[in-house]
C-alpha cells in the first residue's frame, strides 16, 4: 500500500559472548516483497532473524518496523507489528491438538484484515484437516511444518520469515511445501526465506542477499544471482 | 471421540455419586478424613493448573492454602458463627492478593529458580504466621464455629453438622473442577500449555508470556485461598504447619502421585496419599519409611502418575495412530 517499508535494518551487529556474529548488516524489506537469505552454515542468517525477532540482542544498529525504532524490544511486541517466524526447528506445541495449535495464534492483522482465517489455513493446508483432533507430536515432519506455517498464517502476518522450512524433509513432501509458499506468496504477503534449495529459492524470490561471515557479500535480483554460478561456488559451496 | 466423552462424564458422574454416598457408610472419623481429602482435592488441581498446564513447579502452594486459612480464621467473630457469605470471598481475595504479590516476583524465573523463590516466599509467610502473636505464633489459632450462610439475620444454611460441611465442601470441589477444566480448555488454557512447551515460541507469536504465567499463578493461588479456608473450617485451627515446606511438597507429591496435567489425576492422587498415610499408620510406628518407598515406586513404575496408568489400560482406538 504505503512505500514504508515493513522492515528496515541500519548496521547490524550481533555479539554471542565475545565473538562477533554480524558486521553492519543492512536489510530492508518492502511490502509484498519476497527475499532468499543465502549463505553456508555458522554465516549469520538465523542470527539476523533472531535479532529481527528480538531473541538475539543486537550490541549496535538499529531495526525499524512499519517506521517505528524496534531495537532491542520484546519479542512479543514485535509478533504483534505483524511479523511471524516459522523458525528451523518447528517448535510445534506437542500438547496441543492441531486444531489448537492453529486457533490459539489466530489474531487480526495489524490493519485488521482476517484473511488467514482458518478455513483458508487449512485450504491451503488440506493435510492438516484429517489431522484436526491428533496431538502436536503425533504429525510428520512435514506435516510439522505445515502446521508451524499454517500457525504463522493465522496471526495474520505483513512479513512472514520462514527458517529452514523444509529442512530434513523429503523431496516429494518438500515440492508439496513450495508449492504452499508460492500460494502464500501470490497474496501479496511478504516473505522472508532461508534456505539451502538455491534453484528453487531463487525461482520463488524476487531479491537475493547472500551471507559471509556476518556480512552481506552480494545483493541484487534472484534472477541474476540465478545466472551467476560462480558466485554460488564462491559463496554456497556448490 | 464422543464415546470417550461419555464414557469420562459417565465415570464423573459415577464418582460424584459415589462420594455423595459417604456420608451414609462410613463412621464420623472418616467423614472428617474425606472432608480433609476432598478440601486438599482443590489444592492439588489447583497446583496441577501451574505444574501441569502451565510448566511452573511451585514449591510453595502452601502459603495460598495458609493465607486463605488464617484469613478465614482472622475473620472468625469468637462468640458467633462467621458469615461464609462475607468471609469466604474474602479469604479467597487476600490469597488472591498474596499470589499476585509473590507471582509479581516469581515469573521472572523460571526452572529450578522458579522452585527456589516460591520456597522462599512461602517460608516467609510460614515465618510471619510463626514468629507473630497477632497470628497465634506457634500454637496457631482456634476458631470456636462452624460458619453459616446468613443474608442479614437469616440463616439460609448452618454449616455446623459433619455432614452438611463434608457436602458443602464436596460441592466446591467439583465446581473448582469444573472450573478449571474450562479454564484450561479455554483459548487461554491453551496459551499457557503452550508457553509450558516453548516459552520462546509463544513470544515469538506475539503473547506475552509473563503475563500469562502471573495470571495462571494467581488463579492458582485464589483456589488454593478456597481450599484453605475450607481446610481451617474443617479442623476448627490453623497453624503454622500449614504452611510449611513439607506442606507443598505433600501437595506437589498428590500432583505427581495423580499424575500431573490431567485435574482429575492429582484429586485422585489426595485420596490416595491421606488413604495410604491413614493406612500406613495404622500398621506401624515408621509409615513415614514405607510412605517414601510407597512414592519411590509409583515414580519408578508409573511415572504419569495413576492417570497414566487408566490411560495405558483404556487406550481408544490404537490404530487411528498411523504413521506419515
Same mark, same amino acid.
Given at each position: 500500500?504505503?512505500?514504508?517499508?515493513?522492515?528496515?535494518?541500519?548496521?547490524?551487529?550481533?555479539?554471542?559472548?565475545?565473538?562477533?556474529?554480524?558486521?553492519?548488516?543492512?536489510?530492508?524489506?518492502?511490502?509484498?516483497?519476497?527475499?532468499?537469505?543465502?549463505?553456508?552454515?555458522?554465516?549469520?542468517?538465523?542470527?539476523?532473524?533472531?535479532?529481527?525477532?528480538?531473541?538475539?540482542?543486537?550490541?549496535?544498529?538499529?531495526?525499524?518496523?512499519?517506521?517505528?525504532?524496534? &531495537? !532491542?524490544? +520484546?519479542?512479543? /511486541? #514485535?509478533?504483534?507489528?505483524?511479523?511471524? $517466524?516459522?523458525?528451523?526447528?518447528?517448535?510445534?506445541?506437542?500438547?496441543?491438538?492441531?486444531?489448537?495449535?492453529?486457533?490459539?495464534?489466530?489474531?487480526?492483522?495489524?490493519?485488521?484484515?482476517?484473511?488467514?482465517?482458518?478455513?483458508?489455513?487449512?485450504?491451503?493446508?488440506?493435510?492438516?484437516?484429517?489431522?484436526?483432533?491428533?496431538?502436536?507430536?503425533?504429525?510428520?515432519?512435514?506435516?510439522?511444518?505445515?502446521?508451524?506455517?499454517?500457525?504463522?498464517?493465522?496471526?495474520?502476518?505483513?512479513?512472514?520469515?520462514?527458517?529452514?522450512?523444509?529442512?530434513?524433509?523429503?523431496?516429494?513432501?518438500?515440492?508439496?511445501?513450495?508449492?504452499?509458499?508460492?500460494?502464500?506468496?501470490? &497474496? !501479496?504477503? +511478504?516473505?522472508? /526465506? #532461508?534456505?539451502?534449495?538455491?534453484?528453487? $529459492?531463487?525461482?520463488?524470490?524476487?531479491?537475493?542477499?547472500?551471507?559471509?561471515?556476518?556480512?552481506?557479500?552480494?545483493?541484487?535480483?534472484?534472477?541474476?544471482?540465478?545466472?551467476?554460478?560462480?558466485?554460488?561456488?564462491?559463496?554456497?559451496?556448490? | 471421540?464422543?464415546?470417550?466423552?461419555?464414557?469420562?462424564?459417565?465415570?464423573?458422574?459415577?464418582?460424584?455419586?459415589?462420594?455423595?454416598?459417604?456420608?451414609?457408610?462410613?463412621?464420623?472419623?472418616?467423614?472428617?478424613?474425606?472432608?480433609?481429602?476432598?478440601?486438599?482435592?482443590?489444592?492439588?488441581?489447583?497446583?496441577?493448573?501451574?505444574?501441569?498446564?502451565?510448566?511452573?513447579?511451585?514449591?510453595?502452594?502452601?502459603?495460598?492454602?495458609?493465607?486463605?486459612?488464617?484469613?478465614?480464621?482472622?475473620?472468625?467473630?469468637?462468640?458467633?458463627?462467621?458469615?461464609?457469605?462475607?468471609?469466604?470471598?474474602?479469604?479467597?481475595?487476600?490469597?488472591?492478593?498474596?499470589?499476585?504479590?509473590?507471582?509479581?516476583?516469581?515469573?521472572?524465573?523460571?526452572?529450578?529458580?522458579?522452585?527456589?523463590?516460591?520456597?522462599?516466599?512461602?517460608?516467609?509467610?510460614?515465618?510471619?504466621?510463626?514468629?507473630?502473636?497477632?497470628?497465634?505464633?506457634?500454637?496457631?489459632?482456634?476458631?470456636?464455629?462452624?460458619?453459616?450462610?446468613?443474608?442479614?439475620?437469616?440463616?439460609?444454611?448452618?454449616?455446623?453438622?459433619?455432614?452438611?460441611?463434608?457436602?458443602?465442601?464436596?460441592?466446591?470441589?467439583?465446581?473448582?473442577?469444573?472450573?478449571?477444566?474450562?479454564?484450561?480448555?479455554?483459548?487461554?488454557?491453551?496459551?499457557?500449555?503452550?508457553?509450558?512447551?516453548?516459552?520462546?515460541?509463544?513470544?515469538?507469536?506475539?503473547?506475552?508470556?509473563?503475563?500469562?504465567?502471573?495470571?495462571?499463578?494467581?488463579?492458582?493461588?485464589?483456589?488454593?485461598?478456597?481450599?484453605?479456608?475450607?481446610?481451617?473450617?474443617?479442623?476448627?485451627?490453623?497453624?503454622?504447619?500449614?504452611?510449611?515446606?513439607?506442606?507443598?511438597?505433600?501437595?506437589?507429591?498428590?500432583?505427581?502421585?495423580?499424575?500431573?496435567?490431567?485435574?482429575?489425576?492429582?484429586?485422585?492422587?489426595?485420596?490416595?496419599?491421606?488413604?495410604?498415610?491413614?493406612?500406613?499408620?495404622?500398621?506401624?510406628?515408621?509409615?513415614?519409611?514405607?510412605?517414601?518407598?510407597?512414592?519411590?515406586?509409583?515414580?519408578?513404575?508409573?511415572?504419569?502418575?495413576?492417570?497414566?496408568?487408566?490411560?495405558?489400560?483404556?487406550?481408544?482406538?490404537?490404530?487411528?495412530?498411523?504413521?506419515?
Amino acid at each position: 500500500m504505503s512505500t514504508q517499508p515493513i522492515v528496515d535494518i541500519r548496521d547490524l551487529h550481533v555479539h554471542y559472548g565475545s565473538s562477533h556474529i554480524l558486521h553492519g548488516i543492512n536489510l530492508t524489506i518492502g511490502a509484498g516483497e519476497c527475499i532468499c537469505l543465502l549463505g553456508r552454515n555458522g554465516m549469520g542468517k538465523t542470527t539476523t532473524v533472531r535479532s529481527l525477532f528480538g531473541l538475539a540482542q543486537p550490541s549496535a544498529g538499529n531495526i525499524t518496523i512499519f517506521g517505528d525504532d524496534r &531495537t !532491542g524490544v +520484546a519479542s512479543h /511486541i #514485535i509478533a504483534r507489528q505483524g511479523l511471524a $517466524l516459522v523458525s528451523e526447528n518447528r517448535d510445534i506445541f506437542p500438547n496441543l491438538t492441531v486444531m489448537e495449535n492453529l486457533v490459539m495464534a489466530a489474531r487480526v492483522s495489524k490493519s485488521g484484515s482476517r484473511e488467514w482465517s482458518l478455513e483458508k489455513t487449512l485450504s491451503t493446508f488440506p493435510k492438516l484437516t484429517e489431522r484436526l483432533d491428533h496431538m502436536g507430536d503425533q504429525l510428520s515432519g512435514g506435516e510439522q511444518q505445515m502446521l508451524a506455517i499454517g500457525r504463522a498464517l493465522m496471526t495474520n502476518p505483513e512479513l512472514l520469515v520462514l527458517d529452514e522450512a523444509t529442512e530434513g524433509l523429503a523431496p516429494m513432501i518438500r515440492d508439496e511445501i513450495w508449492s504452499m509458499v508460492r500460494a502464500i506468496r501470490a &497474496t !501479496g504477503m +511478504a516473505t522472508l /526465506i #532461508i534456505d539451502k534449495n538455491i534453484s528453487t $529459492l531463487l525461482d520463488i524470490s524476487d531479491r537475493a542477499i547472500i551471507l559471509e561471515k556476518g556480512r552481506i557479500v552480494y545483493e541484487g535480483s534472484a534472477q541474476e544471482l540465478a545466472k551467476k554460478t560462480e558466485l554460488h561456488a564462491r559463496y554456497l559451496g556448490v | 471421540m464422543t464415546g470417550t466423552a461419555k464414557l469420562r462424564m459417565a465415570i464423573l458422574l459415577a464418582v460424584i455419586a459415589g462420594l455423595a454416598l459417604v456420608p451414609f457408610v462410613v463412621g464420623e472419623f472418616y467423614l472428617l478424613l474425606m472432608t480433609k481429602i476432598a478440601a486438599l482435592a482443590i489444592l492439588a488441581i489447583s497446583l496441577d493448573l501451574l505444574l501441569g498446564y502451565s510448566g511452573m513447579i511451585s514449591f510453595g502452594h502452601a502459603a495460598f492454602l495458609g493465607v486463605g486459612a488464617y484469613a478465614g480464621a482472622m475473620l472468625a467473630p469468637e462468640y458467633e458463627a462467621a458469615n461464609m457469605l462475607i468471609t469466604l470471598p474474602l479469604s479467597i481475595a487476600a490469597a488472591t492478593l498474596v499470589a499476585f504479590l509473590i507471582g509479581v516476583l516469581a515469573i521472572r524465573t523460571s526452572g529450578i529458580y522458579f522452585i527456589m523463590v516460591t520456597l522462599a516466599f512461602a517460608q516467609m509467610a510460614f515465618y510471619v504466621a510463626h514468629d507473630t502473636p497477632f497470628f497465634g505464633g506457634s500454637d496457631g489459632r482456634l476458631i470456636f464455629s462452624k460458619p453459616q450462610v446468613r443474608l442479614g439475620d437469616m440463616v439460609l444454611a448452618d454449616l455446623s453438622g459433619n455432614e452438611i460441611y463434608y457436602y458443602t465442601t464436596l460441592g466446591f470441589l467439583i465446581v473448582s473442577y469444573l472450573c478449571l477444566t474450562m479454564i484450561v480448555r479455554s483459548p487461554f488454557g491453551q496459551i499457557i500449555q503452550g508457553i509450558k512447551s516453548n516459552e520462546q515460541r509463544m513470544r515469538a507469536l506475539g503473547f506475552p508470556t509473563d503475563k500469562y504465567r502471573l495470571a495462571s499463578f494467581v488463579i492458582a493461588g485464589a483456589f488454593a485461598g478456597l481450599a484453605g479456608y475450607l481446610l481451617a473450617y474443617q479442623a476448627e485451627y490453623v497453624s503454622p504447619a500449614m504452611l510449611g515446606w513439607q506442606q507443598s511438597g505433600l501437595l506437589l507429591m498428590m500432583v505427581i502421585l495423580g499424575g500431573s496435567g490431567t485435574l482429575w489425576g492429582p484429586a485422585v492422587g489426595a485420596f490416595l496419599l491421606i488413604a495410604v498415610e491413614e493406612f500406613l499408620a495404622d500398621l506401624t510406628g515408621h509409615w513415614m519409611g514405607l510412605m517414601g518407598l510407597f512414592i519411590v515406586l509409583i515414580v519408578i513404575f508409573l511415572p504419569h502418575g495413576l492417570a497414566g496408568l487408566a490411560a495405558r489400560i483404556y487406550r481408544p482406538t490404537e490404530a487411528e495412530v498411523d504413521d506419515d
